[in-house]
C-alpha cells in the first residue's frame, strides 16, 4: 500500500509538471521582452522548469491555491534568482534607479501629489529625453518588477497562498502586501492600467502600447517610472 501510493504520488507529479511545461514558456518569453538581447530564452526556461519542479514537490492542495498559481510564482522566482546570480547590470543602471526613487518621493513629499515626469526630469537636472532614455535603461538593463519591492508577482493578483509557518512572518507579509496593493491603487490612471495589463493580463510591452495607442518605449519608460513611484511611497518597508 505504502508503495502504491508513492507510485501514485509519483505519477501525480510528472502529470503537472507534463501539463505545464508551457506555463514555463509562457513565462520565460513574457520576462524576455523585458531583458536585454545577451538573454538566452533557453536559459528562462531551463531555470523555470526547475522552479516547476519544486512547485510540483511542494504544492499542498489544502492551501487552496491552485497549482497553476502556486507554479507560476515558483517558475518566476526560479528564473529571477538566475538573472541576479548573474548579475549584468552595469552599477550606474542601480545607481540611477535610486536617483530616479529618491527624486520621486522628494517631490511627492515636497508636493504632496503624483508628479509628472517633466517635474522628475527638473529635479534631476536633465532633459526630459534624458530623463525618458534613463528609465528605459533601467526598464531594460536589470530585472525591475513587483519582485523588487519585496513580494512576488502575485501580489496583484486577487488569490494568495501561505507563505511559510512562522505565523508572524506570514502576518507582516499580509500587512505589507496589503499596504502595497492600496498604494498601487494610488498611482497614476495609466501606470495603473499599465501594471494590471503587464502582471494581471501578462500582457507583452509590445501588445500593451496597441492598447493605450503609444509605442513600445513609452510603455516600458510608464512601467518603470509606476515601480520607481511604488518603491518611492513604499520605502518605510525597505530596510
Same mark, same amino acid.
Given at each position: 500500500m505504502i508503495k502504491a501510493n508513492a507510485y501514485n504520488a509519483h505519477i501525480d507529479k510528472t502529470a503537472l509538471i507534463e501539463q505545464h511545461t508551457v506555463l514555463v514558456k509562457r513565462i520565460a518569453y513574457h520576462l524576455l521582452a523585458r531583458l536585454p538581447a545577451s538573454v538566452i530564452v533557453d536559459d528562462l526556461i531551463q531555470s523555470g522548469m526547475v522552479g516547476l519542479l519544486e512547485a510540483a514537490n511542494n504544492f499542498d492542495h489544502s492551501k487552496g491555491a491552485s497549482f497553476e498559481t502556486f507554479a507560476g510564482i515558483r517558475i518566476r522566482g526560479a528564473m529571477l534568482d538566475e538573472m541576479r546570480?548573474?548579475?549584468?547590470?552595469?552599477?550606474?543602471?542601480?545607481?540611477?534607479?535610486?536617483?530616479?526613487?529618491?527624486?520621486?518621493?522628494?517631490?511627492?513629499?515636497?508636493? #504632496?501629489? +503624483?508628479?509628472?515626469?517633466?517635474?522628475?526630469?527638473?529635479?534631476?537636472?536633465? /532633459? $526630459?529625453? @534624458?530623463?525618458?532614455?534613463? &528609465?528605459?535603461?533601467?526598464?531594460?538593463?536589470?530585472?525591475?518588477?513587483?519582485?523588487?519591492?519585496?513580494?512576488?508577482?502575485?501580489?496583484?493578483?486577487?488569490?494568495?497562498?501561505?507563505? #511559510?509557518? +512562522?505565523?508572524?512572518?506570514?502576518?507582516?507579509?499580509?500587512?505589507?502586501?496589503? /499596504? $502595497?496593493? @492600496?498604494?498601487?491603487?494610488? &498611482?497614476?490612471?495609466?501606470?495603473a492600467l499599465v501594471l494590471s495589463l503587464y502582471y494581471d493580463e501578462e500582457l507583452n510591452l509590445r501588445e500593451i502600447g496597441q492598447v493605450l495607442?503609444?509605442?513600445?518605449?513609452?510603455?516600458?519608460?510608464?512601467?518603470?517610472?509606476?515601480?520607481?513611484?511604488?518603491?518611492?511611497?513604499?520605502?518605510?518597508?525597505?530596510s
Open positions: 546570480r548573474g548579475d549584468w547590470t552595469p552599477r550606474s543602471v542601480h545607481r540611477n534607479s535610486r536617483m530616479i526613487s529618491d527624486a520621486i518621493k522628494a517631490l511627492e513629499a515636497e508636493l #504632496g501629489r +503624483d508628479v509628472t515626469d517633466v517635474e522628475v526630469a527638473e529635479k534631476l537636472d536633465i /532633459s $526630459l529625453n @534624458e530623463y525618458h532614455h534613463i &528609465l528605459n535603461e533601467v526598464s531594460t538593463g536589470k530585472i525591475i518588477g513587483i519582485d523588487d519591492l519585496g513580494v512576488s508577482e502575485d501580489v496583484i493578483h486577487t488569490q494568495t497562498e501561505s507563505q #511559510g509557518s +512562522d505565523p508572524y512572518q506570514d502576518i507582516e507579509h499580509s500587512v505589507f502586501k496589503k /499596504s $502595497l496593493s @492600496e498604494c498601487i491603487t494610488t &498611482l497614476p490612471e495609466r501606470e495607442d503609444v509605442s513600445e518605449s513609452r510603455v516600458s519608460q510608464i512601467h518603470s517610472q509606476a515601480l520607481h513611484r511604488l518603491k518611492a511611497r513604499m520605502q518605510s518597508w525597505q
